[in-house]
């Protein structure tokens, strides 16, 4: 059975960093990502890594890194240079496929809470 568990959300000042992990059990994938909801909005992509590299929208580039440690079966989330539009849910996936289109991840997380006050 896959699993994905996120930790590491919570309250920060804008300007300031977060790191969220997420730990895979059951399987390894392909690809995982990190996909952020804020209230109102559509869910949308904030990073995702493959074997064959890491993808990042305009609108974190230069401010979010992901990383992977295969050996443990973990993906995170570097967050630097928050700002209060960084809010949202952010969730953990993983999948055969690294996209955009969220359909096409197979497996989620429940979601951590980040909250970046101005």
């Known amino acids: 059975q896959v699993q994905l568990v996120e930790s590491g959300g919570g309250l920060v000042q804008a300007g300031g960093s977060l790191r969220l992990s997420c730990a895979a059990s059951g399987r390894t994938f392909y690809a995982m990502g990190w996909f952020r909801q804020a209230p109102g909005k559509e869910r949308e992509v904030v990073a995702a890594?493959?074997?064959?590299?890491?993808y990042y929208p305009d609108s974190v580039k230069g401010r979010f890194t992901i990383s992977r440690d295969t050996a443990k079966n973990t993906v995170y989330l570097q967050m630097n240079t928050l700002k209060a539009e960084d809010t949202a849910v952010y969730y953990c996936?993983?999948?055969?496929?690294?996209?955009?289109?969220?359909?096409?991840?197979?497996?989620w997380g429940q979601g951590t809470q980040v909250t970046v006050s101005s």
């Open positions: 996936a993983a999948g055969n496929v690294a996209t955009t289109e969220i359909s096409h991840w197979s497996s």
């Open positions: 890594i493959s074997w064959r590299g890491t």
